[in-house]
C-alpha cells in the first residue's frame, strides 16, 4: 500500500501566516522518502479535501494527516474527524489516519525550550 503525508495547518487569508508552512513542506519534501503535501484546514488553499482527493487520484490507498498544531482541541477533537469522515464516505477504501499533533510529541517541548534558549543568548548579546 502507498502512503502519503499531509502537514495540515489550520488556514489563514494572510500569505505572510501561510509562507513558513510552504517553507516548512519543501524542507520536508526534500528530506523524505514518503509524499509529502501540505493542506490547510479552513480559509486558504489548498484545503485538505482537495489534497485527499489528488493524493487518491494519483493512486495513493493510505494517508497519514500531521496536524501542525500545538494541541488537540476542537478543531482536532471535531471538525478535522468530521471532514475526514465525509472524505471516507467519498472514497470507500481509502485510509486517512489523523496523527497526534506536533505538540503532543515528547520532543516538542524540548525544541521549544532550545529556540527559547537560544533567542536569550541573542539577546543578551545585544543588549
Known amino acids: 500500500m502507498t502512503t502519503a ?3 495540515l495547518a489550520h488556514g489563514s487569508t494572510d500569505s505572510r501566516w501561510q509562507a513558513p508552512f510552504e517553507t ?9 522518502s514518503t ?3 501540505l493542506a490547510y484546514m479552513e480559509l486558504c488553499d489548498p484545503l485538505i479535501e482537495t489534497v485527499v482527493r489528488e493524493l487518491h487520484a494519483e493512486g495513493f490507498e493510505s494517508i497519514d494527516i500531521l496536524p501542525l498544531f500545538f494541541a488537540a482541541g476542537r478543531h482536532l477533537r471535531e ?3 468530521g471532514q475526514l469522515d465525509a472524505l ?3 472514497h470507500p ?7 497526534d499533533p ?14 527559547v534558549a537560544e533567542n536569550q543568548r541573542d539577546s543578551s548579546c545585544t543588549g
Open 79 to 81: 471538525d478535522v474527524p
Open 24 to 32: 516548512l513542506e519543501q524542507r520536508l519534501k526534500a528530506r523524505m
Open 88 to 90: 471516507r464516505q467519498e
Open 93 to 99: 477504501g481509502l485510509s486517512l489516519t489523523l496523527l
Open 35 to 37: 509524499p509529502v503535501r
Open 5 to 7: 503525508l499531509i502537514v
Open 102 to 115: 506536533v505538540g503532543q510529541h515528547p520532543s516538542f517541548a524540548d525544541v521549544v525550550v532550545s529556540i
